[in-house]
């Protein structure tokens, strides 16, 4: 808590985890943080070892940043945390929800007894990201990087595509808003919601 203990912390490194961004894309995933507080939150993990700043050689010319390597160790702890905090009953699924936190939490709550030996490809496109999510072997692997094909593509808003794989949306539903659009392997787009079991909520108490 020394290290990552102040407000924002913990999401600006949650931003980072699929690859460097500009101070413009991590503003853009975080609403709600202003430009001063994101400033102080880099300097300082910049300062704890856990981000670096890159600079992008022309014609690009921008800087970005990215989580070192230890701090991209700390995968399995957003993992738990992402866990635990499911459990609370105050949880609120239409606060925003980013790009990496939905990459993320795939990793999370994903059942490899419930995949069994389900071997496939799924590719989303969440507004100008795409990340290539592969299943096989009873594990999950997740990466931001451009596709061409895959056995299933799902584009649309995080939040939405959550409703579908955590909340049990039927797809057809959503893309009914425009909003959201599947191509490939439907039978595969029904049973994601089936290889993400959310943890049961935690009882709530009263003084």
Do not use: C, N
Request: charged share 20%.
């Amino acid at each position: 808590m020394e290290l990552l203990g102040e407000r924002w912390s913990l999401l600006v490194m949650r931003e980072l985890f699929f690859g460097p961004k500009r101070f413009s894309e991590l503003r853009a995933g975080l609403p709600g943080l202003s430009a001063t507080v994101l400033t102080q939150r880099l300097e300082g993990l910049e300062a704890a070892g856990v981000v670096r700043r890159i600079r992008m050689p022309p014609p690009v010319s921008a800087q970005l940043y990215a989580l070192t390597d230890w701090g991209l160790e700390s995968a399995p702890i957003f993992q738990a945390l992402g866990r635990w905090a499911a459990r609370s009953p105050a949880h609120d699924p239409t606060l925003a929800f980013s790009a990496s936190s939905l990459m993320l939490s795939l990793g999370a709550m994903f059942s490899p007894a419930l995949a069994g030996e389900l071997a496939a490809r799924i590719g989303f496109r969440l507004g100008h990201e795409e990340f290539l999510v592969t299943i096989g072997d009873g594990a999950i692997a997740a990466r931001k990087t451009p596709f061409e094909d895959a056995d299933l593509i799902l584009e649309g808003p995080p939040r939405l595509l959550a409703a579908a794989i955590y909340g049990g949306q039927p797809w057809a539903a959503l893309e009914a808003t425009g909003e959201v659009r599947l191509a490939g392997d439907r039978a595969l787009a029904d049973r994601l919601a089936r290889l993400f079991p959310l943890p049961e909520k935690a009882p709530q108490t009263f003084l």
